[in-house]
């Protein structure tokens, strides 16, 4: 059994219940679905919103985001610390770009010199470093400096 959003040629919409796709496809073509507000023979599905796929327990990504008022101390002092932690990863760790989650594995299997890196990864990849037994640190994203903008 398969429910159909459907619409007519005056915008009417209602469900259809069919055995099938075909089912439905059958009826449309024979003019037996009729709309049950006008008779509209003029039918057809209703085009859902593009269903995301998405693997069944991920979530959209959302950044974690604080603001407050930039004159505000507190506000500050996280912008300056978040400039800091940049820079001081900037400094101590190599940039291996997206080879991280490669990079990080070889590290952890002794496969090549140990040290320190950074790059980027996606959740997958986390995910798996995290079951080999790599352990990772997400960054806070780079304090925007608006001056710097502009
Ligand atoms: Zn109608």
Redesign the pocket.
Known sequence: MVIYDLI?????TFEGWFKDASDFESQQSSSMIL?P????ELVTKKLAAPKLSRKSNSVPQQQQVATGDRTAEAFAQLQDMLGRVHTFIEKNFEDVGNRFAEEALSIHRGEREDENIRGTASVEELKQLAEEGVTSMTLPPKPINKKKLN
């Open positions: 007519c040629d005056s915008s009417h709309c507000f006008c008779d509209s």
